[in-house]
């Protein structure tokens, strides 16, 4: 595969973006990352994803793909005989349980999470950090069905929804420094914080999940960008 035949339009925080680069690396394929902007879209993003006009999109042979987990499913499927193991398992059956929960990570645990980055108070910020641990609570019985006993959602390999759950970690990691309560905590969700040690460990996914530090200096731009207030975490408030 020539590199020019893959491009993958992006942004560096993205955990949307992060999952597509995960999928590439993981089917052991080579291509070309274009960072993009958010205050000053490139011609081509516009181009290419006319209707959301947002990143990721991965452009394939002059065709764009966009929405990440369409884009991780497309990996899947138009590279079947990549070196890397299949994202998506054969049985329809485990397909619609993998593609079930990683809709629930879309759907339940990104909109409950999203008031810690934006949320207008430290309170807010503290009551969406609190819903998160519930869902992730919810996702580690979901890891033991999935995984059977095995490293991963996805049995012995990376499958669909260690891939989508996976881009979000370093968000998750942030959680803590961003609002001062840790979602990932081994007291409550032992699992999903053994597994997350060993997905960040993956040759696939070193130097994609960014360091907390940087995430948290991202919101404080974002926010202000946006016009909401710069907020301490809840716990100095009080001090």
């Not at 899947?76 to 079930?100: H, K, M, N, Q």
């Not at 999935?146 to 881009?167: E, I, M, N, Q, R």
């Not at 040690?197 to 040759?203: G, N, Q, T, V, W």
């Amino acid at each position: 595969m020539a590199a020019e035949e893959l491009t993958l339009l992006g942004l560096w925080a993205s955990p949307f973006v992060i999952r597509a680069r995960i999928a590439l690396n993981l089917k052991g394929l080579t291509y070309v990352y274009a960072e993009d902007s958010i205050y000053n879209k490139s011609e081509l993003l516009l181009k290419s994803n006319p209707v959301l006009k947002k990143v990721p999109v991965l452009i394939h042979d002059g065709k764009p793909v966009c929405e990440s987990q369409v884009i991780v499913q497309y990996i899947d499927e138009a590279f079947p005989a990549a070196a890397g193991a299949p994202i998506l398992p054969s049985a329809p059956y485990d397909r619609a349980v993998a593609r079930f929960w990683a809709s629930y990570v879309e759907d339940k645990w990104f909109s409950t999470w999203l008031p810690v980055f934006s949320g207008r108070t430290a309170e807010e910020r503290v009551e969406a950090a609190t819903q998160v641990v519930a869902v992730l609570q919810t996702l580690e019985q979901a890891f033991k069905e999935c995984s059977k006993g095995k490293a991963f959602f996805g049995g012995d390999t990376v499958g669909l929804v260690d891939v989508v759950l996976g881009g979000h970690l370093g968000w998750l990691y942030a959680t803590e420094a961003i609002c001062g309560v840790k979602v990932v905590d081994a007291t409550k969700t032992p699992l999903l914080v053994a597994w997350a040690e060993r997905f960040c460990a993956l040759d696939a996914v070193k130097g994609l999940i960014p360091d907390v530090d940087r995430l948290v200096e991202y919101n404080k731009t974002r926010r202000a960008a946006l016009g909401l207030p710069l907020l301490l975490p809840y716990a100095e408030l009080q001090q």
